[in-house]
């Protein structure tokens, strides 16, 4: 399978990149710096926003990693999404996005969200609701093949990999322990899974640890 990971060198795409290619798929990092840091991942250095369906349409996959920290670029995770379905709007290439927890309800009742509980860190919310934005606009979308994953509340970025995770829907869930966590690692098996499977398509699932 022929695998575009988008921000492929970031610590959640470059282990995607790594997960995919571990498997035998042929797989390019769209990055916007070259870097030699991917083992046998090709490599395009093109920014996001310059891309053309000319550039993704030979990749059955497209992962989008792509991650934006400050106040004053976080909005561009809701403008990115919105760049890649609109080039990708009508084509049979699916749009597998790497998405937050914030947006998963904590209820039964689907009433409350996990950012607007009392302990979501503050400093979390605005990229919480940039990608809870980047969700209702591709809920209001048929024309684009998205899946939006969302990974445990503590999406921990140097944990380790079981090699298991746990799938779930629109409410947060638990690991045996009784924490809401998931490595990058893990969560790459997971994402991955999905490219090979497409059990998701036009849906949000979620992930945590076993």
Sequence with gaps: MK???????GKAGSLIVKEAL?????VTAIVRRPTNELGKAAILVKDLFDLTYDDLKDFEVIVDAFGAWTPETIPLHITSAKHLCDILSGKPNRLLIVGGAGSLYVNPEHSQILSD?????????????????????????DDVNWTFLSPAADFQADGIRTGTYKTGGEELMTSEDGQSHISYADYAIAMV????NAKHVKERFSVVAK
């Excluded at 695998?3 to 060198?9: E, K, M, S």
């Excluded at 571990?22 to 042929?26: N, P, Q, T």
């Excluded at 899974?193 to 090979?196: F, L, P, S, V």
């Design 117 to 141: 509980t009392a302990d979501f860190p503050a400093e979390a919310k605005a990229l919480s609701q940039a990608q809870g934005q980047v969700l209702k606009d591709l809920r209001s979308r």
């Design 22 to 26: 571990s498997r035998g798929h042929e």
């Design 3 to 9: 695998i575009a990971v988008i921000g492929g060198n």
């Design 193 to 196: 899974d999905e490219a090979e």
